[in-house]
């Protein structure tokens, strides 16, 4: 049976308010939990709790994410990015646990916090610290809360909702001086820091260990020293972090490189293990002078229509474009494919998530420009979401999704030039998995949305789960 979850912007209310159940929380600031987004899991929402601010508890609780057909919807909170320091010490203890008992009266039911690969492993290849995790984890469980715990792999830092800097481990960054190869690369050879290409994904240039190995490496530690707190149910659910954000995308428009919204994007493929996985792509396909990068796909910047790849009719829908584009977004989902099947072994029993970002600029435009920099091969005539769903489903993982909260008319006149269409988007993505991946376990929408829009996206659900057939979704 097909469970589904859809995320809620809201605030934590006061006792004289009335409130949504059981949705998850994110709050980015240091010290406030000002700015929240909820995930509601599974079946029909109330918007509201009559008469009352106390949410309902009287429903037994059920498996992580296995809610439909119930009222209860669980909340977890995000804890703020610096609760950690560099050293791995818990910031400020009494702050956190005053919070933390404030969500616990409001019946919250845990926390969400990222471990981050730059200060676990900082110094060393294989030489973990988890002192300030070791304790944070028993302060939540001494609440009486549980936690959702996010694989962090990239840097922290020049993002929105980013307020520290928490970059890639020292002696990774040591490798990157002598080979800026190990991350991902711009045309104009300009390299991103904040996460590592997937080209290296099975190079063994880390000291020995390919990137995947040392993804692994990692987890399993993390398995291995938490053991306790995934045997009692502690742990509830893992979300492993796949590119830049934790997003399985490209860092396609980093703002450190001087991307605005809504700038297409510019492909990153250029370091020397993934133009010599083109190269040997292109001979395999009898055209090696395919293996190269796009020459005429503009800027970051640039419009769809000032290029000559992605204008309506150029470059991206000619032979070579489909080849590098499938090329491209392929290395996405091998990469996810990895990743994932490592992250199942070691995190066996437990509820695993990833995160895909939702490119919703230029929507509206046959090419799907940023979709495709970001490594979406998602244009008018092709549906780029298909081949990741079928991987996630493969694997088991819970997918959670952004820009839910977003209406295409708001952005129609923010940013009319962008032609986004985020509901549209939105829309696509659900129709992938109910056509292609019909039975798929759990989504996630991945930011806020109004309850009268839940309501619509989980009707469309609650159809699918009582047998609408196929010819009946086309509307989509």
Not at 144 to 152: F, N, W, Y
Not at 266 to 281: G, H, R
Request: hydrophobic content about 40%.
């Amino acid at each position: 049976m097909a469970v589904s979850s859809v995320p809620v912007f809201n605030g934590l209310k006061p006792q004289s308010a009335s409130v949504i159940p059981y949705s998850t929380v994110k709050a980015r600031s240091p010290r406030s939990l000002d700015y929240n987004s909820f995930w509601v899991k599974g079946g029909f929402v109330s918007s509201s709790v009559s008469g009352s601010s106390r949410v309902i508890d009287s429903w037994p609780r059920l498996p992580e994410r296995d809610f439909a057909g119930t009222p209860y919807v669980p909340v977890y909170v995000m804890l703020p990015l610096g609760v950690i320091d560099m050293n791995c010490e818990l910031v400020d203890p009494e702050a956190l646990m005053d919070e933390l008992r404030i969500l616990k009266s409001v019946n919250v039911d845990g926390v969400m916090i990222d471990c981050w690969w730059g200060i676990v492993e900082a110094h060393m290849p294989q030489v973990y610290n988890w002192t300030g995790y070791k304790r944070i984890f028993q302060i939540v469980r001494d609440l009486g809360l549980k936690l959702q715990v996010v694989m962090s792999f990239h840097e922290c830092g020049g993002n929105v909702g980013d307020d520290v800097h928490i970059p890639l481990p020292q002696w990774i960054r040591e490798i990157g001086q002598s080979n800026p190869d190990i991350y991902f690369i711009d045309r104009e050879g300009r390299r991103n820091s904040e996460c590592l290409t997937w080209g290296i994904d099975k190079e063994r240039v880390l000291k020995g260990r390919n990137a995947v190995e040392v993804y692994f490496d990692y987890m399993r530690s993390f398995r291995v020293e938490f053991d306790e707190f995934f045997v009692d149910g502690f742990i509830s659910e893992i979300e492993v972090g796949l590119g830049p954000c934790g997003e399985l995308r490209y860092p396609s428009y980093p703002a450190k490189h001087g991307w605005r919204y809504p700038g297409i994007g510019e492909f990153q493929c250029y370091d020397k293990y993934l133009m010599k996985n083109l190269s040997k792509a292109a001979e395999q396909r009898g055209h090696s002078f395919w293996g190269r990068g796009p020459d005429n796909a503009g800027s970051y910047n640039s419009t769809p229509h000032e290029t000559g790849f992605f204008r309506d009719g150029g470059d991206y829908d000619s032979y070579y474009g489909r080849f590098f584009l499938n090329w491209y977004s392929q290395v996405l989902v091998d990469h996810g494919d990895r990743v994932l099947a490592l992250a199942n072994l070691a995190f066996e029993g437990t509820c695993i998530a990833a995160k895909l970002s939702g490119i919703h600029w230029w929507y509206k435009t046959a090419s799907h420009a940023a979709e495709l920099t970001a490594g979406f091969y998602n244009p008018a005539n092709r549906d780029g979401y298909a081949p990741i769903a079928a991987m996630l489903k493969k694997h088991g993982v819970a997918l959670n999704f952004t820009c839910v909260e977003l209406r295409t008319l708001d952005q129609h006149e923010d940013f009319p030039e962008a032609l986004a269409d985020p509901e549209g988007l939105v829309w696509q993505v659900i129709a992938v998995l109910f056509i292609l991946v019909f039975n798929f376990g759990w989504l996630v929408f991945y930011s806020g949305t109004t309850c009268s829009r839940i309501k619509m996206y989980l009707s469309v659900f609650s159809d699918a789960k009582h047998g609408v057939r196929k010819h009946e979704l086309q509307w989509f």
